[in-house]
Antibody, heavy 121, light 108 residues
Framework: QVTLRESGPALVKPTQTLTLTCTFS??????????VSWIRQPPGKALEWLAL???????YYSTSLKTRLTISKDTSKNQVVLTMTNMDPVDTATYYC?????????????WGQGTLVTVSS | SYELTQPPSVSVSPGQTARITCSGD??????AYWYQQKPGQAPVLVIY???ERPSGIPERFSGSSSGTTVTLTISGVQAEDEADYYC???????????FGGGTKLTVL
């Protein structure tokens, strides 16, 4: 059974750095083709893809946010971590992690329940 | 940056057919995916690789592709299908993923 769960602070102040952790089970990020991605959704708005890390430790970032994002993995802990620097109120959103087998073309087939992050002083 | 364009809203009566389109320049080259999202819930994949349906997704959900436009079709719409629907694909290089702006499906 594949599950993903996001964790991190619910509230951050402007200019601070956000660190989110995705803890997953039911698959291994060392399996060829396996990837985990971060996606966010501001309240009442559309989904926005942020970053992806694959089994080979290749990393991909949203063009508009790449200077602020870092994605990493700890395969032994089944975790993927996203950091976003210089947080702003416009970054208030629900942040999701999701699994994708990018080469196989599965799409984001499993998602976490999401974690709401509010940016406010 | 690459964009996918969806209509903001579609309305249908129960039992009718709903069609939601998504357009993007790289769609002839990259697969499209569709997600259903109900209020307060995470998105659920309903179509992958343009027209494949994951297990557990009702047969009334189907997908098609023609040139730079992909279409999600829901036949015999039910009240429970009322949700936001998002298309998703990748840019021409396949290294940047993108979502459409979402379509709110209203069942009248």
């Amino acid at each position: 059974q594949v599950t993903l769960r996001e964790s991190g602070p619910a509230l951050v102040k402007p200019t601070q750095t956000l660190t989110l952790t995705c803890t997953f089970s039911g698959f291994s990020l060392s399996t060829s083709g396996m990837c985990v991605s971060w996606i966010r959704q501001p309240p009442g708005k559309a989904l926005e893809w942020l970053a992806l890390i694959d089994w080979d430790d290749d990393k991909y970032y949203s063009t508009s946010l790449k200077t602020r994002l870092t994605i990493s993995k700890d395969t032994s802990k089944n975790q993927v971590v996203l950091t976003m620097t210089n947080m702003d109120p416009v970054d208030t959103a629900t942040y999701y992690c999701a699994r994708i087998l990018a080469v196989a073309g599965t799409g984001f087939d499993y998602w976490g329940q999401g974690t709401l992050v509010t940016v406010s002083s | 940056s690459y964009e996918l364009t969806q209509p903001p809203s579609v309305s249908v009566s129960p039992g009718q057919t709903a069609r939601i389109t998504c357009s993007g320049d790289a769609l002839p080259k990259q697969y499209a995916y569709w997600y259903q999202q109900k209020p307060g819930q995470a998105p659920v994949l309903v179509i992958y690789k343009d027209s494949e349906r994951p297990s557990g997704i009702p047969e009334r959900f189907s997908g098609s592709s023609s040139g730079t436009t992909v279409t999600l079709t829901i036949s015999g719409v039910q009240a429970e299908d009322e949700a936001d629907y998002y298309c998703q694909s990748a840019d021409s290089s396949g290294t940047s993923w993108v979502f459409g702006g979402g379509t709110k499906l209203t069942v009248l």
